[in-house]
């Protein structure tokens, strides 16, 4: 499975930005997705996961109220809108994907078999 994350950027604090990631694996709607976020000399932090159906969505509190998680499983692509961008926001995000993660370990970084490469958000004060 290949996982492609995009729309990173540099932003004003405020600002909003939408990250995508789309996935080559045709049965994408069977996997459980996940955003995480990375900043040097720190662990790879859970932002956000959402279930096959979009029934089942979770959150960080750093971030919750301010982004929102979904997926198109037509498009084998799930994204990350994020608004009300802080300067703490500031990291490199990352896609995640795993078939058979259950929901107690959402936020647990090692559960997730595939990861896409990253992409830059840099939110300016």
């Known amino acids: 499975v290949q996982l492609q994350a995009s729309g990173g950027g540099l932003v004003q604090a405020g600002g909003s930005l939408r990250l995508s990631c789309a996935a080559s694996e045709r049965s994408f709607g069977r996997w459980v997705m996940g955003w995480f976020r990375q900043t040097p000399g720190k662990e790879r932090e859970f932002v956000a996961a959402?279930?096959?159906?979009?029934?089942?969505?979770r959150y960080a509190e750093s971030v919750k109220g301010r982004f929102t998680i979904s997926r198109d499983n037509a498009k084998d692509s799930v994204f990350l809108q994020m608004s009300d961008l802080k300067p703490e926001d500031t990291a490199v995000y990352y896609c995640?994907?795993?078939?058979?993660?259950?929901?107690?370990?959402?936020?647990?970084?090692?559960?997730?078999?595939?990861w896409g490469q990253g992409t830059q958000v840099t939110v300016s004060s």
């Open positions: 995640a994907a795993d078939r058979s993660i259950i929901l107690s370990q959402w936020r647990n970084v090692h559960e997730y078999d595939y």
């Open positions: 959402i279930d096959r159906s979009s029934l089942a969505i």
